[in-house]
Nanobody
Framework: QAHLVESGGGLVQAGDSLRLSCAAAGRTFNTYVIGWFRQAPGKEREFVATINWSGGSTYYADSVKGRFTISRDNAKNTVYLQMNSLKPEDTAVYSC???????????????????WGQGTRVTVSS
């Protein structure tokens, strides 16, 4: 079982940066694929980025590629999402999720992920 807690959201202006954190409890954190998803008001949940157990493999949505970077520190049981050049359309609640059945298979669909955090809100003003 994994318990995930996100932090780092806030209100920023377009062009600014934020770093989100996803802290996990559990000794087997370093065996999980972790994904970031977001949901804007009135829209469906959207895949953002995912990372394998070691951090050696990552995958991004086209909408964030080149601007966002996902990374992990297994010693700290934490996954990060560095978000640069933020745009108003990045405004959403961002959630991290753990796929405890996979260490290296990166998936973009939310149904593949077993445990979710409560989310952290990111608002980007123009």
């Amino acid at each position: 079982q994994a318990h995930l807690v996100e932090s780092g959201g806030g209100l920023v202006q377009a062009g600014d940066s934020l770093r989100l954190s996803c802290a996990a409890a559990g000794r087997t954190f370093n065996t999980y694929v972790i994904g970031w998803f977001r949901q804007a008001p009135g829209k469906e949940r959207e895949f953002v980025a995912t990372i394998n157990w070691s951090g050696g493999s990552t995958y991004y949505a086209d909408s964030v590629k080149g601007r966002f970077t996902i990374s992990r520190d297994n010693a700290k049981n934490t996954v990060y999402l560095q978000m640069n050049s933020l745009k108003p359309e990045d405004t959403a609640v961002y959630s991290c999720a753990a796929n405890v059945r996979a260490a290296s298979v990166l998936t973009t669909h939310h149904s593949a992920y077993d445990y979710w955090g409560q989310g952290t809100r990111v608002t980007v003003s123009s």
